[in-house]
T-cell receptor
């Protein structure tokens, strides 16, 4: 069974600092890895999708890396803004479903 | 394209009542998932459909839960004889299986069982 761990569970950073969110998974036989954002009481918004053959993916201030052999992914958010405050979820695709971590709860302090 | 739509967004019910949630996926998406999320946890897989066929169900899906996807379009998730432990956010997601595998989620249906 795929186990996904996200560290740290929660963090606060001052506005303008770069955010680094870590995700690890136990089974390297993955199809892809997806990062999501979730605001309180809301659904999940897809941020980045990395295919298993890719090493990284970028969208604006967001960059996600994937090291399949070591079972790790990192989400970088450059120059954080208060609007980036949310929970970020890492999800690993395999066996026709996504396995999720518990999320990184982020607060960006103005 | 309006994205994945779920309703109702919120449902409060008394223990023992039946509830039904509906999900309308993105058009042309042939795969549809149901997940359940409790406070502070990541979403947990419940079941998925490929077109109208339900291909897999999690052990989390007790016999009080039933899901359908008639004609491969919208899907319903019914919970019979609700229990307080069923209180959670029920999330629906869809994807085009022949595409890049990106999953798109709806806003969720929050269930509170009193």
């Amino acid at each position: 069974k795929q186990e996904v761990t996200q560290i740290p569970a929660a963090l606060s950073v001052p506005e303008g600092e770069n955010l680094v969110l870590n995700c690890s998974f136990t089974d390297s036989a993955i199809y892809n890895l997806q990062w999501f954002r979730q605001d309180p009481g809301k659904g999940l918004t897809s941020l980045l999708l990395i295919q298993s053959s890719q090493r990284e993916q970028t969208s604006g201030r967001l960059n996600a890396s994937l090291d399949k052999s070591s079972g790790r992914s990192t989400l970088y958010i450059a120059a954080s803004q208060p609007g980036d405050s949310a929970t970020y979820l890492c999800a690993v695709a395999g066996n026709n479903r996504l396995a999720f971590g518990k999320g990184n709860q982020v607060v960006v302090i103005p | 394209d309006t994205g994945v739509s779920q309703n109702p967004r919120h449902k409060i019910t008394k223990r023992g009542q039946n509830v039904t949630f509906r999900c309308d996926p993105i058009s042309e998406h042939n795969r549809l998932y149901w997940y359940r999320q409790t406070l502070g946890q990541g979403p947990e897989f419940l079941t998925y459909f490929q077109n109208e066929a339900q291909l897999e169900k999690s052990r989390l899906l007790s016999d009080r839960f039933s899901a359908e996807r008639p004609k491969g379009s919208f899907s319903t998730l019914e919970i019979q004889r609700t229990e307080q432990g069923d209180s959670a956010m029920y999330l629906c997601a869809s994807t085009f299986v022949q595409g890049n595998g990106e999953l798109f989620f709806g806003e969720g249906s929050r269930l509170t069982v009193l």
